[in-house]
């Protein structure tokens, strides 16, 4: 396979995070949960969570962290991995099938500021429903509720 087929193949592959923030501690867990939507400076403005192609060489565990960390200026040190979500979504993207994982972690500090790339114009802390308002596909609002869903089962085991 060359290169260049061998890129075509990988693009089509993206990972990302969903990150959540908990704002405080509230007996109702959906209250305090806001989701991380970043705007897009090209195209149709789409709001997503951070996330981006796979690089050659890469696993798609390492991808995701790279692009939330390139995207959103959240590292590694930033997040705590939520064990147990991950989520795959596929469609066609100009006729050709796409694959996107998110897994899904907490900003541990959740008053740490984001720091946008180039490719994203805003971002937003979002509730769940205003989240899936933002995200338009079907698929990425299935994500977001799985996610909170997900949340709200941790919760209820402590």
Request: aromatic residues 8%; contains cysteine.
């Amino acid at each position: 396979m060359s290169m260049s087929v061998l890129q075509e193949v990988m693009a089509l592959r993206a990972c990302g995070f969903i990150v959540f923030r908990r704002l405080s501690q509230s007996s109702v867990p959906q209250h305090n949960i806001e989701y991380l939507l970043l705007q897009t400076s090209y195209g149709k403005h789409h709001w997503t969570p951070p996330k981006g192609h796979v690089d050659p060489g890469e696993d798609d565990f390492t991808t995701a962290l790279r692009e939330t960390q390139e995207e959103a200026g959240l590292g590694e040190e930033h997040l705590q991995v939520v064990h147990g979500f991950l989520q795959e979504l596929c469609y066609e993207v100009r006729g050709r099938p796409k694959t996107v994982l998110y897994w899904l972690a907490e900003l541990r500090d959740p008053k740490m500021a984001v720091t946008l790339s180039e490719e994203h114009q805003d971002y937003r802390w979002a509730k769940l429903e205003e989240a899936c308002s933002l995200a338009q596909y079907k698929d990425l609002q299935n994500t977001l509720r799985a996610a909170q869903q997900h949340l709200d089962a941790e919760q209820g085991k402590h």
